[in-house]
């Protein structure tokens, strides 16, 4: 290390990303291939070429020099310098410049919202801190005047979309602080066609049992037929669907939802059947037939006084149908609705 002064060392540096590896949600982290370009003048490396048959440049090994400690204090794989042990040649110049350009794997901690899976953003923050050497002693700088990540080695990945990538430097603690900042999308056509898709499509299908005449003896079995379809396919999605639930995603509710939805409609459709194959229609609940007068009203436009239309046990089952039927699909409606408009907003 370079004999401590009151001058402040000053250490430019960039960061190529080379490729997002992999997030993982539940253990909230993402893996990254990134190299790092760090330059600094050190004042004991100059010499006057001419002095030595006009060599202006030196290329060196790593352990035959200081190198500056950057290390990832959030790094959750291991904690060591970037480049140590590895060997990342220095270039030095007569003037005393140094350059060097180290590469690693990065594995680092990140915060992670999977609430609107699959459409979920994810940003992660890797901390660079020049650990052991407080300031003044080590100070910080952008190499690029944009303060963005540089991209032209970049190799996309088939899961993630890399958004963003900028620096901040904080100079005004002890320590002089690097914060590099990606912002990743997920892809969600995948996850969309086999998770997504599927569950609103059981979701749409389970109301069409009311539209199965109770006579077939069909009605009950497609409703069991739908409930355990759609369990069995809930068990093979939610391997797809992180588990985690601070915040919980709003897909895994959805699921919930219309998985209870259908052990309604399978409710509903054995009260239908119930009151069809009823022998004493005089003991029709009398909420139940008031709204069954209403709804034979409304089909055939009869102006007669409610009280004065007769109910059959058909009638009762015509009016539960059109309940459950009209009201299934309105629930699904708002469910559909409401998930898109927060996902996607």
Known sequence: MPTPSTETMNIQIGIFIISINYFREVEESLSLTGSFVLLWHDPRLKWNPSSYSNISLLILDPMNIWLPPLVIINRVDKFESIGDGKKFYITVWSSGLVAYSPGDVLDVKCITDISKFPFDRQTCTLHFIPYGIPMPYISLKHLFKEDQCQFDYYTPNSDWTLEECSQIINNATDHSNLYVIVQIKR???YYTLMVVFPTFLFGFLNPLVFIVPVETGERIGLAITLLLSYAIFLTLASASVPATSNPMCALLIVMIIIITVSGIILYGTTITIKYHYKKKPDIIWPPLKGFARWTMKRKCCCVK?????????????????????????????????????????
Do not use: C, N, R
């Open 305 to 345: 006084s409610a009280e004065k239309v007769p109910v059959t046990q058909d009638e009762v089952v015509y009016a539960l149908d059109s309940l459950f039927f009209y009201g299934s699909y309105v629930m699904m409606i708002l469910i559909g609705f409401g998930y898109f408009l927060y996902v996607l907003i």
């Open 187 to 189: 892809q969600p056509l």
